[in-house]
């Protein structure tokens, strides 16, 4: 069964958001969506410093079974991105809220985090789509 | 809800994730597709392939109703249990399907494919009038595929000693039956292996035994990656009834000398007017993944589209089956609205766990 951490943010594309102590904001996919996704073989992610809109490609998942853009939960500028992900994309499916992450910006406006699902309601939408 | 192996609760039991394949609940894979591809490649796995449909072909009209159905010749079965691979055409020389057929005597074993079972049933006992044979479905059966470097050592240290001097008696490509059990040196891996038909009363016992020995089980997803790093086409995606063997790089299976055989004027016709299209091999070195329907392009003119393509385990770089004009120069794929250099070979990309394609 998939993981639904009450901590985090969710976006309808499954994406989770995490806001750091630091005010930043952790981006990855959720393992929902890497279930479903199957063997991650390559993520493509965004460049450093680029300015991502709130639902904006932000990049894309090529797994075994799809290709699937990923899509920034929240508007900002990317000052980190997960480069273990180059050689390692299998983390994303081992431990997608954790090591699995995908990149890091400074949000232009953390109020977007309020529109995005609690957990429970990211999960009621994941048992949906399963139905 | 669709049909069900006699193996489906064996692979629920399993963790399958469960997908619908041509109206058929099979197990996609058991956690990791990728896992269960490097087990096959480099010891051994089992699959339960018990959806494919099993046709007898029976009585002394077999081989010329054979003959006349099939575009390779089934004359060079001579050797009992011996198979064949081949394709099974309409009148225009388009593909009905790929089998396997297996001779015992007078009569033939043939395994055809599942999403095309009623069309094949169909054919075949219509072309059958005025044989001297009988043609049915074998039912209540199933097919179990034991693959990989240590398959034949792993399979015969599980069976009883009758199979087991089956096994040791045959050859690549060759099969054979004990008592209910038929058992055959063939796959769709690329690797070494056996495909047991058996009553599906006794697929869960051997299922089980397999299982005690440390056998995994593979779904579907990594049979699919196996069989196109072995170069083998899947019927539906790589061709089917509006193209012909000449270009699904199938020409090595069609024998035009003989026998007579329906689609062969057609055939005929196509070698006269000129091969313009063919089947080949794509490597992408790059990141990203070669997926079916993408277009392909020489020299920035379009000249095909993938037919299949998938991340290679084994090769950790995406390959892809293609079908594209003849045509000499840059090939380019267009993945997600960006051009990518491919290289074109001639497949298979892997054998027996080792690279094997060439540049063409």
């Known amino acids: 069964m998939a993981e639904f951490p009450a901590d985090l943010k969710f976006a309808k594309t499954h994406e989770w958001a995490r806001l750091e102590d630091d005010g930043t904001v952790t981006v990855g996919i959720s393992d929902y969506a890497q279930e479903a996704l199957g063997d991650v073989v390559f993520v493509e992610l965004p460049d450093v410093d680029a300015a991502l809109n709130a639902q904006g490609e932000a990049g894309v998942v090529e797994s075994v079974k799809a290709a699937s853009d990923i899509y920034s939960p929240v508007s900002g500028i990317v000052i980190e991105i997960n480069t273990e992900l180059e050689d390692k994309p299998e983390i994303v499916n081992e431990a997608p809220y954790a090591d699995g992450w995908f990149f890091r910006l400074t949000p232009s406006d953390s109020d977007e985090l309020n529109s995005l699902l609690g957990s429970t309601d990211y999960q009621r939408l994941c048992e949906e789509e399963t139905h | ?360």
Not at chain 2, 176 to 181: A, L
Not at chain 2, 192 to 207: Q, T
Not at chain 2, 230 to 248: F, H, K, Q, R
């Open chain 2, 1 to 360: 809800m669709g049909s069900k192996t006699p193996l489906y609760e064996q692979h629920v039991e399993a963790g399958a994730k469960i997908v619908d394949f041509g109206g058929w609940d099979m197990p996609v894979h058991y956690g990791s597709q990728i896992g269960e591809h490097n087990r096959v490649r480099q010891d051994v796995g089992m699959f339960d392939v018990s959806h494919m449909t099993i046709v007898d072909i029976r009585g002394a009209g077999s081989k010329a109703l054979l003959s006349r159905l099939l575009a390779n010749d089934i004359g060079k079965l001579t050797e009992k249990g011996k198979a064949l691979y081949s394709a099974m055409l309409n009148e225009d020389g388009g593909v009905l399907d790929d089998l396997i057929v297996y001779v015992d005597g007078d009569d033939y074993l043939m395994v055809v494919n599942c999403a095309t079972r009623e069309k094949d049933l169909r054919w075949i006992s219509e072309q059958a009038e005025g044989f001297d044979c009988l043609v049915s479905e074998r039912e209540g059966f199933a097919i179990i595929a034991i693959q990989g470097p240590n398959a034949i050592t792993v399979i015969k240290n599980v069976v009883q000693s009758d199979v087991r001097a089956l096994i040791e008696s045959l050859k690549v490509f060759q099969g054979g039956y004990c008592g209910r059990w038929f058992i055959a040196r063939t796959g769709y891996t690329g690797e070494k292996g056996v495909e047991v038909i058996l009553p599906a009363d006794d697929a869960v016992g051997l299922w089980r035994d397999l299982s005690q020995r440390g056998i995994q089980p593979i779904g579907l997803g990594a049979r699919d990656t196996l069989r196109l790093e072995a170069g083998m086409n899947l019927y539906g995606s790589d061709m089917d009834e509006s193209v012909t063997p000449l270009i699904s790089n199938m020409a090595s299976t069609v024998v035009m000398e003989n026998h007579e055989f329906i689609g062969k004027a057609a055939l005929q016709e196509q070698v006269r007017s000129g091969i313009e299209e063919q089947l080949v091999g794509l490597v992408m070195t790059a990141r990203g993944v070669l997926r079916a329907h993408y277009p392909v392009f020489c020299d920035g003119v379009k000249v095909g589209e993938i037919t299949s393509g998938a991340f290679s385990p084994t090769l950790q770089h995406s390959v892809a089956l293609a079908r594209i004009s003849k045509s000499q120069g840059e090939l380019t794929v267009e993945i997600r609205n960006k051009r990518i250099a491919v290289q074109k070979v001639t497949p298979p990309f892997v054998r027996n766990g080792k690279q094997v394609y060439k540049t063409q």
